[in-house]
């Protein structure tokens, strides 16, 4: 009968060493920080009962099982997708704007995420080990249980579908802040004239509700869309919501957090380089904002 060794210190600081990693390959698998880190406590929970002494390289395990705990999520949360009520959006991950941030806005922005749900579980992860965290092509396959063949075939699929992906734009910190600000002032102010300016003629607003809180129930594209949609709102209930507000770094993104009475919102705002705002996402599901609060 195998027993398993006591954790010792070696053995927790051999884990938190990996906490970040792990969390933000889950993150991008899950598109939530919240299940991000619940797959990463059972991974912690499976390291604590593991027999360490034959695990040969400890960040290769972490990363295989949390990995593997990530598609098993997959699987049980394909149905709630399907029943979800209108548009997805991950949860969103904020940063105070006044430190640097944690994560490359490309590898964490809105647009990114969205894509990669796209993707097939196993795209995903393979994407994901070998173009996010450099896993080599062998690594990758003994991580999913694949050959080395099946994997690229995996990376050459997932490459092509997230071409359209990446970054359209390059804008600097300063100037998309002041675009971002300037809108939620006009928007406050009720100048619907300003906002209109602002928008480019193919903006998208994507506003996540999850039928609990109101929200657009499908993505709204085009600046007429958007302006109608606006001042919807404004005639039914006002906007934007009325609370506190205050700035973050949303998905590497300028973004605002407004309190409101009937809860907190995210705004995110992805500008182009033309000086208009190329896409507006909305986070009002509460699911996803407990840590916001």
């Not at 390059?170 to 300037?182: C, F, K, N, Y």
Request: proline letters at 5%; a negative charge.
């Amino acid at each position: 009968m195998t027993t398993t060794a006591a954790m010792t210190d070696t053995d927790t600081d051999a884990f938190e060493a990996n906490r970040r990693r792990l969390t933000r390959l889950a993150y991008r698998m899950l598109g939530s920080l919240t299940e991000a880190e619940d797959a990463v406590q059972d991974a912690w929970l499976r390291w604590s009962t593991a027999d360490r002494a034959v695990i040969a390289d400890p960040t290769a395990w972490l990363v295989r099982v949390t990995t593997r705990l990530c598609l098993d999520r997959l699987k049980s949360a394909r149905a709630r997708r399907e029943a979800y009520v209108g548009p997805w959006l991950p949860e969103p991950l904020i940063e105070p704007e006044t430190i640097d941030p944690v994560e490359r806005a490309e590898e964490v922005s809105v647009a990114f995420l969205l894509a990669l749900q796209r993707l097939s579980p196993l795209e995903r992860a393979v994407f994901l080990l070998r173009d996010v965290f450099d896993e080599d092509y062998a690594r990758v396959g003994e991580i999913l249980g694949r050959t080395e063949t099946a994997v690229r075939q995996l990376s050459a699929r997932a490459r092509s579908h997230l071409k359209e992906a990446k970054p359209r734009f390059t804008v600097s910190d300063e100037e998309a802040q002041r675009l971002a600000g300037a809108f939620m002032q006009a928007a406050a102010l009720g100048d619907f004239a300003a906002l209109e300016t602002m928008l480019a003629k193919d903006a998208v607003m994507i506003s996540d509700g999850g039928g609990k809180r109101a929200a657009a129930l499908r993505p709204l594209v085009g600046r007429d869309d958007i302006m109608q949609f606006i001042h919807a709102l404004a005639w039914r209930q006002g906007w934007p919501p009325k609370g506190d507000a205050r700035v973050a770094r949303i998905n590497g993104l300028p973004g605002v957090i407004i309190d409101s009475p009937d809860g907190v919102q995210t705004f995110a705002f992805e500008p182009d380089d033309t000086g208009h705002i190329a896409a507006i996402y909305i986070v009002r599901n509460p699911d996803k904002l407990g840590r916001v609060r």
